[in-house]
């Protein structure tokens, strides 16, 4: 099964790129992973959040098959203990299907059309992080959750 992370913007802060690409070359040796950065909205500015939202709802399913898994990560997601994430994501990757997508969408959330395409919401911590921030963030969780699937030293407990 292929492993995706969509995002919306580009991550443009360098240290927060470094960490990501980091992290993303370590998937690479568990699963076939990929990054999909779908770009900022032009004229943002003169949008409302609402519209915002939408546009790029509109942007994120268009990214999406029909028989991918889609997990948002969203404040009001899951929380899980990384030993619990990683049996979480084994149990969905042994489940079985296309491919599992995770969605960190934009600065104001998501639309209610993607909320209603979504398998799941996972939440990184009832604290908001920017964005960008969650990348690396999210990235270096899914790498300690396959340490952990497969008996590797990374994690400590």
């Known amino acids: ?51 915002i939202r939408e546009k790029e709802g509109e942007l994120i399913l268009r990214q999406v098959d029909p028989g991918d898994t889609v997990v948002l990560l969203d404040e009001r997601g899951k929380e899980y203990r990384s030993v619990e994430w990683a049996e979480a994501l084994r149990k969905r990757l042994a489940h079985g299907g296309r491919g599992l997508v995770f969605v960190i969408g934009g600065a104001y959330g998501f639309s209610q059309k993607v909320y209603d395409r979504s398998d799941g919401l996972v939440s ?18 899914l790498y300690r959750a396959f340490t952990i699937i497969r008996g590797e030293p990374y994690h400590h407990e």
Do not use: N
């Not at 992370?5 to 927060?16: A, E, F, H, Q, S």
């Not at 980091?22 to 003169?46: D, T």
């Not at 990184?124 to 969780?141: D, P």
């Open 124 to 141: 990184l911590s009832k604290m908001t992080f920017s964005h960008q921030m969650v990348r690396t963030v999210f990235a270096e969780q």
């Open 1 to 51: 099964m292929e492993v995706t992370m969509l995002t919306v913007g580009k991550t443009d802060v360098k240290w927060v790129k470094e960490g990501l690409d980091l992290y993303v070359s370590r998937l690479k040796h568990y699963v076939p992973f990929s990054l999909v950065e779908i770009p900022q909205l032009k004229g943002a500015a003169s949008l409302s959040r609402e519209q």
